[in-house]
């Protein structure tokens, strides 16, 4: 990538991701000794995705989406004041909106569990939402601060913030739980009371640099405002495109729990391993990308918002191809030695959450694009485009879902889930790059296909000496060390081994990709 500066405010907010994620890892085996893959774990994590349903859509999706583009174009067309004056009708109107939301949705929960329909596992799912579910409004004021900093090209904040939410959990998990006693009801109360309290810390950090950056922190109920309109018709199709994957979210949740009551939990704990590298490197890469293509945008500089997005593609593959065919391979390994503890995890919840791995790892790649083309679309003020091509993932993957539950064997349901997730999501982003380059033009496809092949080759030798060297060092291990370390110490030689492999293979192939990163990251 030509801008280095996009390499390396990508590289502080995979810094803090890195944080966030590894403090995110040390929550869940706390979670999985504690609960496993029962009940109580699959009602906490469909709970958990309700409230985060709609931090996606109104925080981290359509409102930031829709907000950076038109908060630098005011800022650079009529200066900070001007800009400042939108935002406080944005955050007011928003916090009126979430305010409504958040106890419209108490309500129902609190009426749904006195139904006399509601089975056991939904009662405990809904009070569990019941509590969690204001965390909507906290998570989408602090996503809607994030929106606001980033646009100053300050990332580091607000980064942060969401190891705030970890850290909490933890914390209730290692102090409370001692508290409440062994039931699991009461722990998973406590959790959820937990989510609550983490919401409104990442709110309260991000204040200060707010300030800083002249925040005026007051409300405004005028929104009859030209530059507020500009961002609700651009929220509105982006709204209603991330509203259909995230109730397809919901839905993939809601089928698997129809599934069997262990099959929740295993699908998240497998996902946490795709999300892990993703958050790390794509997620922060998306996150520096949108406001640089905003700003590409609002100069008309197609051009360099083309090499960028070819330069963004390649590095996340160059990172991204080794990581899926390696969490292919080791998915079991992983899963075992990250999670079984001797608690609520066991042997049989690792072969259903590594069946699920083996499907999602190949999506790694795709996901990666996802989080360069969708912030181009938004960029160029284009919500419409990622909406329509939204819809159609959606419905191929429910109806792959549908196929896929109907057809497997039962504990083979949810990798079939999995499947069809990355199927859907490979389509979605083929097109949506098809699309993305009549627009912006002279996207480098050959090239980038060169290289893609060329990691992909690298990455099989890799996987290759990664199973080789967990399988036969396992024996080895066991005599020397006791059981669990034996277990971490191979996986950890496996990785070593197989980053090492494909580090070589780079360098033999002097792959570009890599002394562009290293010189970036230098600076």
Known sequence: MKDAKVIRSAGVVGSFTLLSRGLGMLRDIIIAYHFGTSLMASAFFVAFT???????????????????????????????????????????????????????????????????????????????????????????????????LNSFKHFATSAFAPCLLNLILIVVMLV????????????????????????????????????????????????????????????????????????????????????????PAALFYSERMIYFPLGIIATAMGTVLLPTFSTHAAHGDHSTMSRTIGDALRHLAFIMTPAALGLLVLAPNILSAIFE???????????????????????????????????????????????????????????????????????????????????AELFGM??????????????????????????LASAFVMAAAAWLTARHSQPVLANLLPPKFAQLAAVALAVGVGGGTYFILALGLKAPELREIKAALRK
Not at 392 to 402: E, F, S
Not at 445 to 452: E, L
């Open 50 to 148: 309700i409230p985060n349903l709609f931090r996606r859509l109104f925080g981290e999706g359509a409102l930031s989406a829709a907000f950076i583009p038109v908060f630098i174009e005011t800022r650079t067309k009529q200066g900070d004041k001007a800009a400042w004056d939108m935002a406080a009708k944005v955050v007011t109107m928003t916090a009126a909106f979430l305010t409504t939301i958040a106890i419209v949705g108490v309500l129902l929960f609190s009426v749904g569990i006195k139904l006399p329909c509601c089975s056991e596992k939904w009662i405990t799912t809904f009070e569990l939402a019941r509590i969690m579910f204001p965390y909507v409004l906290l998570i989408c004021t602090a996503a809607l601060s994030m929106a606001v």
């Open 341 to 423: 503890w001797n608690g609520s995890f066991d042997a049989q919840s690792t072969l259903l959450s590594a069946r699920a791995l083996v499907f999602y790892a190949p999506g790694l790649i795709v996901f990666s694009a996802a989080k360069v083309f969708v912030p181009a679309f938004y960029a160029l003020q284009d919500t419409k485009t990622p909406v329509r091509i939204g819809v159609y993932i959606v419905l191929l993957n429910l109806v792959l879902n549908i196929v896929l539950i109907l057809t497997l064997p039962e504990y083979w349901k949810h990798a079939g889930m999995a499947f069809s997730t990355v199927v």
């Open 176 to 263: 409370v739980f001692p508290i409440v006693g062994q039931s699991p009801s009461n722990r998973a109360l406590a959790l959820a009371w937990g989510v609550l309290l983490a919401g409104a810390a990442q709110v309260l950090i991000q204040l200060p640099a707010l300030k800083r950056f002249g925040c005026p922190f007051k409300f405004s109920s005028r929104w009859n405002d030209p530059r507020v309109r500009q961002m609700l018709l651009l929220m509105g199709p982006a709204a209603l495109g991330m509203a259909v994957t995230q109730f397809n979210v919901l839905i993939d949740r809601l089928l698997a729990m129809w599934i069997g009551p262990w099959a």
């Open 430 to 455: 083929a097109v949506l790059g098809m699309l993305l380059a009549r627009k912006v033009g002279n996207i480098p496809w050959r090239s980038i296909s060169r290289s893609f092949m060329r990691y």
